[in-house]
């Protein structure tokens, strides 16, 4: 063996600084940040894990299905108004929104579990109500803190990425199945500690590193997203096919340890995709290319630059009205409307109307998961199947609705309420497979009503920005996700609650047994939920029917280029810009 020398030692030390500095910039860069909200939004899902451990919570306090309908619409109520986390990432830097997010979310699905345990004293009503509106309200912090950050980071790929965090949110439900499965085995109860503790360690873990940095698009940025939808598609196979295999063979703690290994390991593999943009981002850092001066770019004189600078805009735009005088005064849809004029528009009213319909139904399917396959005799393992099927087709809704009606629309002109209208019908399917079940049709129904729930968002959330512009847009979109715990709460805790329970107290007046004597009411057979289902199908499909009347409105306006405006302004800017460089010269 060779002797070390001074040499190779100072080449070695030289290359290990290296790999510090090179792992340093993997950590503070923009595709890290990525990343780490993959992450966060795999474990941000808790919400849609209500229909597995509901049963706990019903069976061990001693609920009627109204009660636990209600806890459900808390549920649905604090995932869906995010205002609060709003106002405090206005005033507070990212961090600290992540941390007050993970102490919400800690708080709130803890005190569920000690209360379902035992450990503490039974608690009043409002009491869990107010347990898991807390806990599912922080899921609006960490969209705030990562997602709206991270889109802030990637500002000309925000259909993407809005599709993709998205997805990772839907999936995670299924994740967090296999992960609990994994570790605490059969125990429903362990779940809720899981969703407790998990989602708040994520939070923590990135909290330094989600933060708002310089955009800079790259060449290559949309094929990198194209390489993380494969890994996430990949992600959501793999896990429909443990679904599949899990109901057919019984798994034992070693399978099921494998199983979440895979995919944690999958849920990393974004990682390497990563370390590779950006190490040609250090490379090109190393060594930057020459510039080349473009001879096609056209140059600005100098007597245009002094033109410009003396009429730098020579079309000012008019001072804003004011938003009281201005409301029955509506600008042009596309353009900015202001927060009154867009909520008292026909246009935002029959939005809200199939949002309601729409968003309402299908939370009362997925909320009442747990009780319909018990209904149906079906075993709790396979009740987690349905819930994880549910999941699992959500995220594929979501990305179908972020980059297939995006690619639909700009190829084709496809208006996106007319995929609405579309998505609503095919929820009406689902709705009528539950209230007239056959063998398996569970199974069915919990891939419809999934992929329809995970497509409404995205398009909701599209259909806003579109019709309204981008002004105002972090109001009007809570706005109009306001309608979706309404409507869970009229159609879930008003309707499909109190149904289920007139069905169970007739069950027990058939048997000759007191209401008294029964601590838990539990409803058995076709017919626990024929009725309601019933109704939420002929609720989804009037929903779809008003959305359509939103097709006809604005057919014209989706004819057209919806996104003329925003380039004819990134163009002005642009024009300003140069002009501003020539004079500084």
Not at 342 to 348: G, K, R, Y
Not at 466 to 478: A, P
Request: charged share 15%; with cysteine; hydrophobic share 45%.
């Amino acid at each position: 063996m060779g002797a070390e020398t001074p040499t190779n030692r100072g080449a070695d030390a030289g290359r290990g600084g290296g790999l510090l500095q090179f792992a340093l910039h993997v950590l503070k860069g923009r595709w890290f940040t990525v990343f780490a909200t993959f992450l966060i939004m795999a474990g941000a899902g808790a919400t849609y894990l209500f229909g597995v451990y509901s049963k706990q919570i019903k069976s061990t306090l001693g609920y009627d299905q109204t009660t636990l309908n209600l806890m459900g619409f808390f549920k649905d109520l604090g995932a869906n108004v995010g205002v609060l986390s709003g106002l405090v990432a206005e005033v507070t830097p990212t961090w600290f929104v992540l941390l007050l997010g993970s102490v919400l979310n800690f708080t709130g699905y803890f005190m569920i579990w000690l209360a379902v345990t035992g450990r503490i004293a039974k608690p009043k009503v409002w009491q869990m109500c107010l347990y898991i509106c807390v806990g599912a309200n922080s899921q609006n912090f960490a969209n705030t803190g990562a997602l709206v950050t991270c889109i802030q980071n990637f500002p000309e790929s925000r259909g993407a990425m809005m599709g993709l965090l998205k997805g990772f949110t839907g999936l995670s439900g299924a994740i967090l199945t296999q992960i609990y499965l994994a570790v605490y085995g059969e125990d429903a109860t362990a779940l809720i500690l899981l969703i407790a503790w998990l989602p708040a360690a994520l939070s923590v873990v990135f909290i330094f590193n989600i933060r708002k940095l310089k955009a800079e698009r790259r060449p290559n940025e949309t094929r990198v997203f194209y390489h993380f939808l494969y890994v996430s598609i990949g992600l959501a196979i793999f896990i429909m096919l443990m679904n599949i295999i899990q109901k057919e063979v019984e798994f034992n703690h070693t399978a099921y340890a494998l199983s979440a290994t895979v995919i944690c390991a999958l849920l990393f593999l974004p990682l390497f995709i990563v370390i590779r943009e950006e190490l040609q981002i250090w490379n090109s850092k190393i060594n930057p290319p020459i510039p080349i001066e473009n001879p096609t770019e056209p140059k600005i004189s100098t007597d245009e630059s002094k033109e410009i600078k003396n009429n730098p805009d020579p079309k000012p735009y008019p001072p804003p009205p004011s938003c009281f005088s201005s409301i029955c005064d509506k600008p042009a849809r596309g353009d900015d409307y202001t927060i009154l004029q867009a909520l008292l528009s026909i246009d935002m009213m029959v939005l809200f109307i199939a949002t309601f319909c729409g968003l309402g139904t299908s939370l009362t399917a997925v909320d009442n998961l747990g009780q319909i396959g018990e209904s149906l005799g079906y075993p709790l393992k396979t009740v987690k199947s349905f819930v994880s099927l549910v999941s699992i087709w959500n995220y594929f809704g979501r990305v179908f609705s972020g980059f297939v009606s995006e690619t639909l629309l700009a190829k084709f002109k496809f208006p996106r309420p007319l995929m609405m209208t579309l998505v609503l019908l095919l929820s009406c399917i689902g709705q009528l497979l539950i209230a007239f079940p056959i063998p398996g049709s569970v199974y069915i129904a919990s891939v419809i009503i999934g992929f329809s729930f995970g497509a409404q968002l995205p398009l909701l959330f599209a259909i806003i920005s579109e019709l309204f512009g981008l002004k105002y847009f972090s109001t009007l979109f809570n706005c109009g996700q306001i309608a979706s715990p309404l409507g869970s709460y009229i159609l879930n805790v008003k309707v499909a609650g109190m149904m289920y329970d007139a069905e169970a107290l007739k069950q027990l007046k058939e048997m000759g047994i007191d209401r008294a004597a029964v601590k838990e009411l539990t409803c058995i057979g076709k017919r626990c939920y024929r009725k309601s289902f019933t109704l939420m199908a002929i609720v989804t499909f009037v929903g779809a029917l008003v959305s359509l009347v939103l097709v006809m409105r604005t057919r014209e306006f989706y004819r057209g280029d919806i996104y003329k405006r925003f380039r004819e302004e990134v163009k002005e800017e642009t024009s300003r810009g140069e002009a501003a460089a020539v004079e500084s010269k």
